[in-house]
């Protein structure tokens, strides 16, 4: 965790900030093994501590690689990219359906008002879609 703008004003409430969240990381499990979640100030500004934010993601990066966690972790992400992009495709077609497209509004504003149930607006408005 990396706190910046810790210079001049900002340096006593960035001191009062890294102590809070090093508390709180104290209690957290670790999301990687062999590795604890250091808590940095620095300063982007004056380059104090960038070197050594830099050096904490260096050693990060070598753990993880080494330990094969970052292979596992890119290959797990590249799934849910795929299964978000697949989402995003069927919710577009979805809503762009001429079919869904002439009854949402209506649909809506009947859940909206408590005359229809969501589930039967999501089961009248997928019956439009598959049609």
Same mark, same amino acid.
């Given at each position: 965790?990396?706190?910046?703008?810790?210079?001049?004003?900002?340096?006593?409430?960035?001191?009062? +900030? *890294?102590?809070?969240?090093?508390?709180?990381?104290?209690?957290? @499990?670790? !999301?990687?093994?062999?590795?604890? /979640?250091?808590?940095?100030?620095?300063? +982007? *500004?004056?380059?104090?501590?960038?070197?050594?934010?830099?050096? @904490?993601? !260096?050693?990060?990066?070598?753990? /993880?690689?080494?330990?094969?966690?970052? +292979?596992?972790?890119?290959?797990?992400?590249?799934?849910?990219?795929?299964?978000?992009?697949?989402?995003?495709?069927?919710?577009?077609?979805?809503?762009?359906?001429?079919?869904?497209?002439?009854?949402?509004?209506?649909?809506?504003?009947?859940?909206?008002?408590?005359?229809?149930?969501?589930?039967?607006?999501?089961?009248?408005?997928?019956?439009?879609?598959?049609?």
């Amino acid at each position: 965790i990396v706190i910046n703008k810790a210079e001049g004003e900002g340096e006593r409430p960035a001191k009062v +900030a *890294r102590s809070e969240y090093e508390r709180a990381v104290h209690y957290l @499990l670790p !999301a990687t093994d062999g590795w604890t /979640t250091p808590v940095v100030t620095c300063s +982007a *500004r004056t380059g104090r501590g960038v070197y050594d934010v830099w050096k @904490l993601i !260096a050693d990060f990066s070598a753990l /993880t690689r080494g330990s094969g966690v970052f +292979a596992h972790r890119r290959r797990n992400q590249a799934l849910e990219w795929m299964n978000s992009m697949i989402t995003e495709h069927l919710q577009r077609r979805f809503f762009e359906n001429p079919q869904v497209k002439d009854r949402i509004d209506r649909i809506e504003s009947q859940v909206r008002a408590g005359q229809m149930p969501a589930i039967t607006a999501v089961e009248e408005l997928i019956d439009a879609f598959e049609k």
